[in-house]
């Protein structure tokens, strides 16, 4: 939420019931009131992300809200983003409605972390998204008091569970042999003694053996 006004209960409550439910996270504006964030709505709920804006020195901006609501700081001056004049424009901004987008994108990832851990799930549970990316950025880095520096490291191959081990390689199957056509004049099937070379000579030997007990019987 990139929304800012003064201290209102009810909305406070309607975006503490939102995280509560736990499928929805929500990342709400600090303000850019150089004050207390607590005196604003919705950057006072209490379960809301809250962001403040940092600077590329990673101190807090002059302009952001500060103070215990605070959640979490992150880039909030010089962004550079799109805008509404064309299709291709970009315009280049700052303040806490720069930083919430990215403390929203961060959250994001991690939702989708979720879901690719356990795949039973239907929706990520947005309240433990919101502490996961608290526990995520640089501890004590940024404003008064100190918060944590937003920070993602999702899909790093050093971050959660180590990657698993590239598949080895399958076992190399012999090449497949030629079907190799029949001789002229021959059917495929069983090879026959008389095409088969090994058994020719034997076949000469018997034939011949044969021929000459004929031969014997006779005189």
Not at 154 to 170: D, E, I, L, M, R
Request: with cysteine; proline share 11%; charged share 10%.
């Amino acid at each position: 939420m990139s929304l800012a006004g003064g201290f209102y209960q009810p909305l406070n409550d309607l975006v503490n019931e939102m995280v509560v439910c736990d499928t929805i996270a929500v990342c709400v504006a600090a303000g850019n009131s150089n004050t207390d964030a607590s005196t604003f709505s919705p950057a006072s709920a209490a379960n809301a992300l809250t962001c403040g804006a940092s600077t590329e020195t990673d101190t807090r901006a002059s302009f952001s809200n500060f103070g215990t609501i605070v959640d979490i700081y992150g880039p909030g001056t010089d962004i550079r983003g799109a805008t509404n004049l064309d299709n291709v424009g970009t315009a280049t901004k700052s303040g806490t409605s720069m930083t919430t987008p990215l403390v929203a994108g961060v959250v994001a990832l991690m939702l989708e972390q979720q879901l690719l851990n356990n795949t039973e799930l239907t929706f990520g549970d947005g309240n433990l998204a919101q502490q996961q990316v608290l526990a995520m950025g640089t501890p004590n880095r940024v404003g008064s008091p100190l918060r944590p520096l937003l920070f993602s490291s999702v899909g790093k191959p050093w971050v959660g569970v180590p990657p698993a081990p590239p598949a080895s390689n399958p076992p190399q199957q012999p090449p497949p042999q030629p079907n190799l056509a029949p001789p002229r004049g021959q059917t495929g099937g069983p090879a026959s003694s008389a095409s088969n070379p090994l058994q020719r000579p034997l076949a000469l030997v018997l034939g011949n053996w044969l021929v000459l007990l004929a031969f014997l019987f006779v005189i």
